[in-house]
């Protein structure tokens, strides 16, 4: 079991920078995937960003170029930096923490809200 704590987001004008951060309460070397997800309204939640337990990383194209996932193993943190956000980026985000065999370990955040302006 893990909890996960997200914080960062807020309201900012178009072309501005936020940056996420998500604590987890236990070790993330021992996480398969953690990663974030999106959803705006009336639409499904998305994936935007995942970093595996290796380090490598995967984007969706939607924010490759802009966005950034990046972890801090000693405070068992993972990041999103947002950089020339855009409207369409409005969304609530959500850490994600999957692993187990056939990821049957999946825990969520509570999610943070991410207002991009025009």
């Known amino acids: 079991q893990v909890q996960l704590s997200e914080s960062g987001g807020g309201l900012v004008q178009a072309g501005g920078s936020l940056r996420l951060s998500c604590a987890a309460s236990k070790d993330i070397f021992s996480i398969n995937v953690m990663g974030w997800y999106r959803q705006a309204p009336g639409k499904q939640r998305e994936p935007v960003a995942l970093i595996l337990s290796g380090g490598s990383t995967n984007y969706a194209d939607s924010v490759k170029g802009r966005f950034t996932i990046s972890r801090d193993t000693a405070k068992n943190t993972v990041y999103l930096q947002m950089n020339m956000l855009k409207p369409e980026d409005t969304a609530v985000y959500y850490c994600?923490?999957?692993w187990g065999l056939g990821a049957q370990y999946n825990y969520w955040g509570q999610g943070t809200q991410v207002t991009v302006s025009s």
């Open positions: 994600n923490a999957k």
